[in-house]
């Protein structure tokens, strides 16, 4: 059974930073690409940064792009999101995401989810 736990929500200032940590079990971690999500109160979810199995490779969204870093640890089993300069409207619920299929990049199919971590950005 896979399983992913996100951790190091919390409540930061406004140009602050914040690490959050995703820990996978049940399968190879190092086999897939994994992704962050995040959700804000009467929002969609939406697409933050993806890395490679192999974290050579990262993908952002424009509105985190040079503010926030993906990376991951494959010895581990851990995956980061280094947040920096964070913004109020980055306030939400952060979740990361495993890839169905392995070996793939772009991830196809992030069926493997956690329960989410809470980032509070205040002014």
């Known amino acids: 059974q896979v399983q992913l736990v996100e951790s190091g929500g919390g409540l930061v200032q406004a140009g602050g930073s914040l690490m959050l940590s995703c820990t996978g079990s049940?399968?190879?971690?190092?086999?897939?690409?994994m992704a962050w999500f995040r959700q804000a109160p009467g929002k969609e979810r939406e697409f933050v940064a993806a890395?490679?199995?192999?974290?050579?490779?990262?993908s952002y969204a424009d509105s985190v792009k040079g503010r926030f870093t993906i990376s991951r640890d494959n010895a581990k089993n851990t995956l980061y999101l280094q947040m920096n300069s964070l913004k109020v409207e980055d306030t939400a619920v952060y979740y990361c995401?495993?890839?169905?299929?392995?070996?793939?990049?772009?991830?196809?199919?992030?069926?493997?989810w956690g329960q989410g971590t809470q980032v509070t950005v205040s002014s």
């Open positions: 995401a495993g890839d169905l299929v392995a070996g793939v990049w772009p991830p196809r199919r992030l069926d493997y």
């Open positions: 049940g399968r190879t971690f190092s086999s897939y690409a």
């Open positions: 890395i490679t199995w192999r974290g050579d490779r990262e």
